[in-house]
């Protein structure tokens, strides 16, 4: 009976050299170790500070919102409201 294909890959994975001699916990460690400093600097350089000013809101109001109870009921759209709106057949594309 012969081997699956899978059986052969994860045999031949087994065989990878190693990055360190050091034993397998110790090289999983310094793994994370490396991955968390690069995250952390791509972290500080790309969104460390908003594109602009006006960018900031103040913490108070951002807490103030995610905080707030939800509405009791979501806004509904009536059928008046759903004639009003064009058609696809009334938009205008512009073309290239």
Do not use: C, Y
């Not at 890959?9 to 994370?32: F, K, N, V």
């Amino acid at each position: 009976m012969s081997r699956p294909s899978w059986l052969f890959r994860i045999h031949h994975l087994s065989r990878l050299p190693r990055l360190t001699q050091l034993p397998l916990g110790a090289e999983i460690a310094l793994i994370l170790v490396v991955k968390i400093a690069i995250l952390t600097v791509l972290a500080k350089t790309f969104f460390s500070e908003p594109q602009a000013k006006k960018m900031r809101m103040p913490t108070e109001q951002v807490e103030q919102h995610l905080l707030a109870p939800a509405p009791a009921s979501a806004p509904t759209i009536t059928t008046s409201a759903v004639s009003t709106l064009p058609s696809t057949s009334e938009v205008t594309h512009a073309s290239h």
